[in-house]
């Protein structure tokens, strides 16, 4: 069976019709990957065994008439999300060969609706990063033009889903890592309201900030990946109990009288021209299908990134004290009291994104630095979720770029962190305000890249942000392919 292009309702419509078997899909998405993985680096660990087991086990479910909701679709894994008995190394030499004991919550959740894991992906370490190109086991290639950043820090999740190497991908989302991959390979890239799905299980970066979400080829199938792992979760006490609604059931196309909001500080100096018309022409189209456009305010926007690298590196500062060589992971060899154990471990471990906000955040939360750093971030946090509750006061949802430009060159921005951080500037507001967002294809530059749109919606309303992404997709749908 063709697997490019297979999105899980193609897949299950050819189960149903008896067309292909789940072994067959995933003995060829196996063989994809190894193809072109070489290529573009988005995959760090191969679950094959296990995954063709488990494609003869489905295979037999669905002979007795079972049936589940993702039943025989093959899932990537960010390497930062917990497997069971396969290697998460969160793309850092500090865990190269840790084996984790349990599933993350979302793999659970995954696992029981009939997925089948077929890899974990690569990612900027830690998840620390917006080009992918901070991981210790290589980079990750654009698909859509090898010389270029596929987006972080799920730049490996982006890139296997618009490759066709997998059908659907697991993500995390501290500041943008799911929507800004999602805009740069061309797919949908959801962020779900902070504590909607557990975060049991995922490697801690910014724990106020991260959340786990889904990357897809289509706007149905974030909806199908996010009802099986939304959902409160006692193993995380941050998950929410507010109920989880039919997201697909929402899908019905209906958007007339929906009004969204265009802050002006979303298209103001350094958004790309190609990207700000692309996005304006989106809007328009938006309007054809019924919306009515309003213009909002969001006057802490200018803020954001500041508050957004002290808040993310304080929490990230506390949360990596833990990898200290003793209890697992890498250790140093020859060091010749505790102290120098720890250093030179942490010193050969990580690598210098990982190094860089870990200083910036012990900084921030040091003494005599902590009320005119971290305190004040806080204040502006509280001020820019009070912009957000004042402007949904006046629409339904905000609309915007994803991304102030399309995919930059590998290298391009390494030796500038503040050129890099600034590639978050749209995406991570969500994640101060610890509301959804998704990020939609939109169309292609002059260079042929994907432009991304970003949709926010008020806290646990992915129902309707779906809604309106689908109605969009459905009416304008992308259908272009990287040029693999």
Known sequence: MEIVGLTVDRLHEALRARATSVREVCARTLERIEALNGRLGAFLTINRDEALQRAEDLDRELARGDWRPLMGVPVAIKDNICTRGLRTTCASKILHNFVPPYNATAVERLLEAGAIIIGKTNCDEFAMGSSNENSAFGIVRNPWDAERVPGGSSGGSGAAVAADLCVVALGSDTGGSVRLPAAFCGVVGLKPTYGRVSRYGL??????????????????????????????????????????????????GEINGV???????????????????????????????????????????????????????????????RYDGVRYGYR??????????????????????????????????????????????????????????????????????????????????????LAMYLSDVYTIMANLAAIPAISIPVGLSREGLPIGLQLHARPFEEAMLLR?????????????????
């Open 203 to 252: 490697v801690a970066y910014g724990s106020s900030l991260d959340q786990i979400g889904p990357i897809t080829k289509t706007v149905a199938d974030a909806a199908r990946v996010l009802q099986v792992i939304a959902g409160r979760d006692p193993r995380d006490s941050t998950s929410s109990n507010h109920p989880v609604p039919d997201y697909l059931a929402a899908l019905n």
């Open 259 to 321: 009004r969204l909001g265009v802050p002006r500080e979303y298209f103001g100096p350094g958004l790309d021209e190609e990207v700000k018309e692309a996005v304006w022409r989106a809007i328009h189209r938006f309007a054809d299908l019924g919306a009515e456009i309003v213009e909002v305010r969001l006057p802490h926007t200018e803020y954001a990134i500041a508050c957004y690298y002290i808040i993310a590196t304080a929490e990230a500062s506390s949360n990596l004290a």
């Open 332 to 417: 140093a060899e020859g060091a010749r009291t505790l102290r120098e154990m720890y250093r030179r471990t942490r010193h050969e471990g990580f690598g210098a994104e990982v190094k860089r906000r870990i200083m910036l955040g012990t900084y921030v939360l040091s003494a005599g630095y902590y009320d005119a750093y971290y305190l004040k971030a806080l204040k502006v946090r509280a001020l820019i979720e009070r912009d957000f509750r004042e402007a949904f006061a006046r629409c339904d949802l905000i609309v915007g770029p994803t991304s102030p430009t399309v995919a930059f060159r590998l290298g391009e921005k390494m030796a500038d962190p």
């Open 468 to 484: 309106v992404a689908h109605a969009y997709e459905r009416a304008f749908p992308f259908s272009q392919k990287p040029p693999l």
